[in-house]
């Protein structure tokens, strides 16, 4: 692991347990030349997905991307991070588990609007707001009238 505080390549690991509900390792570690000290996480990647976007163009999946999305629609929501980090993780999972390493966009937000709904239901419809593209005042209602239907239907 490259420091990246000098990119020497010598570090060593000072400490490891185990974080997010054990889905990933938190590792701190010292370099050995500058002495600099920092953190890495480490998570189990069952294979490499690539998002296929609405253009039809390719790219990485990026988790940091994904969590940075749902953070944006939780912002100055009082929703504890672990329980975040607990949902990305899921919808991660449940993509992997699809078994298909290529995935429609459409259907990760699908995978976010449902944890979120799960969540909060301000920042379900936040996000609900950017992904179905609302445009106007008339769209948030129908949504909205939408979401009390279920509610009513039990969801």
């Known amino acids: ?15 490891s347990r185990s974080a997010e509900d054990g889905s990933s390792i938190r590792r701190r570690r010292q370099c050995a030349a500058c002495g600099g000290r920092f953190t ?3 998570r189990v990647q069952l294979r490499e997905l690539t998002v296929i976007k609405n253009s039809g163009r390719k790219t990485p999946f990026d988790r ?5 999305s749902v953070n944006i629609a939780l912002r100055k929501r009082d929703v504890d991070p672990e329980r975040v980090e607990q949902m990305v ?14 995935i429609p966009s459409k259907k990760i937000g699908e995978l ?4 979120l709904a799960n969540l909060d239901d301000v920042a379900y419809v936040r996000y609900a707001s950017v992904y179905k593209n609302f445009r106007e005042a008339r769209d948030f209602e ?4 939408n979401l009390e239907e279920q509610e009513r239907e039990g969801r």
Do not use: H, W, Y
């Not at 129908?142 to 009238?145: A, I, N, R, W, Y």
């Open 89 to 102: 993780s899921g919808v991660i999972r449940r993509l992997e588990a699809m078994g298909e390493n290529e």
């Open 112 to 115: 976010v609007m449902e944890g």
């Open 64 to 68: 940091d991307k994904l969590m940075r």
């Open 142 to 145: 129908q949504f909205l009238d």
């Open 1 to 15: 692991m490259r420091c990246p505080f000098c990119g020497c390549e010598d570090t060593q690991v000072k400490d």
């Open 40 to 42: 890495t996480f480490e």
